[in-house]
């Protein structure tokens, strides 16, 4: 069985990113309804609970694939996220790619808030490492991942999913997505970009 992974910080250390209201409701709850609806599919599947949360994801469709995946995004961005001035700084070798890629730091996370205020809909924005290291940014719909079906691993996201912001932003996605640059964990991102293969977060869930 699956459950919600304990967070670094508490409900209200990510303020004014986001109030402990929009926290309570959608770590509380909307993560929470997606990891429930998961374990009552591995419940009725006994072959299903050996499986990686990783492993679900990429090895199935419809409504499990649909609960994995935004159990495993949601879990992804909630440790890329820490409280203001906590997160550190890129990595030199991050730094590096970022400058080859974007031209810099501020030239892709502008890149990035675009991507994410052009996703329809719902979904995610990303920022995704190569196999050579190249960097690249990537909007994905609904549950989707960007490392289904290609060889990219994510480093960053941002769920675009109105109930990720609709609590303290309303309709002012871009005005999210600008204020969580101040929120971001470098420690974690840029220890994904020097880790070669898809981060697990089976351990961190398992219960």
Request: proline share 4%; net charge neutral.
């Amino acid at each position: 069985m699956f459950r919600l992974p304990q967070l670094e910080y508490k409900l209200t250390e990510l303020a004014p990113l986001f109030s402990e209201e929009q926290m309570q409701f959608h770590y509380g709850k909307h993560h929470a309804t997606y990891l429930e609806n998961l374990n009552k599919a591995i419940e009725a599947n006994g072959a299903l609970a050996s499986k990686t949360l990783e492993a679900l994801v990429l090895e199935n469709s419809g409504p499990l694939f649909n609960n994995a995946a935004q159990a495993w995004n949601h879990t992804f961005f909630w440790f890329n996220l820490a409280p203001k001035g906590k997160g550190g700084a890129p990595s030199a070798e991050l730094s590096a790619a970022l400058q080859k890629s974007f031209g810099g730091l501020e030239s892709m996370y502008k890149q990035f808030v675009d991507t994410g205020v052009k996703t329809f809909g719902s979904g995610w924005a990303w920022l995704c490492a190569g196999p050579e290291g190249d960097l690249k940014l990537v909007s994905t719909s609904n549950a989707e991942v960007p490392f289904k079906g290609s060889n990219l691993r994510p480093l960053l996201t941002a769920d675009v999913w109105e109930h990720a912001y609709y609590i303290d932003y309303r309709n002012r996605r871009q005005a999210f997505l600008e204020a969580m640059k101040d929120y971001l964990n470098w420690n974690f991102i840029s220890e994904n970009y020097r880790n070669k293969n898809v981060r697990s977060l089976h351990q961190s869930m398992k219960g």
